[in-house]
């Protein structure tokens, strides 16, 4: 019989101090959700965006361009509108993917998307602008875009050191 800490006997590798090394109970599931914490918010708040303004180019185009950002007006907005309809049903699958925790690696698309919608608008912005036009708009775009892809990107790194794909 060997002597521990404190004095008291332990025999067969059990420590009197009563220290474990294993992870308690749970530990596990609560380090999971914490590694997707950043990767699930950040798809929550691109459904909320999108939606919003998917919603919003849905139901008054007009309104929205040329009003609040300053934009020409157009012979017809139906592109505008199914544009909106493609962002709502993008935020849909957002949720989705934002509640999976086994399909993390689907949030890819959603980083390439955003980085080129924030690529795109930012290049708008810069050289192809018409006369007259606000470019806000495509600035703000662009801005929020690129958060998002550095949300998606930051919470897809973390996931993947945790949840590697082999």
Known sequence: ???????????????????????????????????????????????????GCGLALMVAPRWILTDWFRQPQYADYTYVRVAGAMSFGLALLAVMVSRRDDAWWWAWAFAVVTGLCGTITALHALFDVPAGAGVFLWWLFAAISWGLTAGLVLGLTRASQEHPLS
């Open 1 to 51: 019989m060997l002597r521990g800490g404190g004095g008291r006997a332990f025999a067969g590798g059990n420590s009197a101090v009563g220290v474990s090394y294993q992870p308690p109970p749970g530990h596990l599931a609560a380090r999971r959700a914490s590694t997707m914490t950043i990767l699930r918010r950040t798809l929550q708040a691109l459904a909320a965006i999108y939606a």
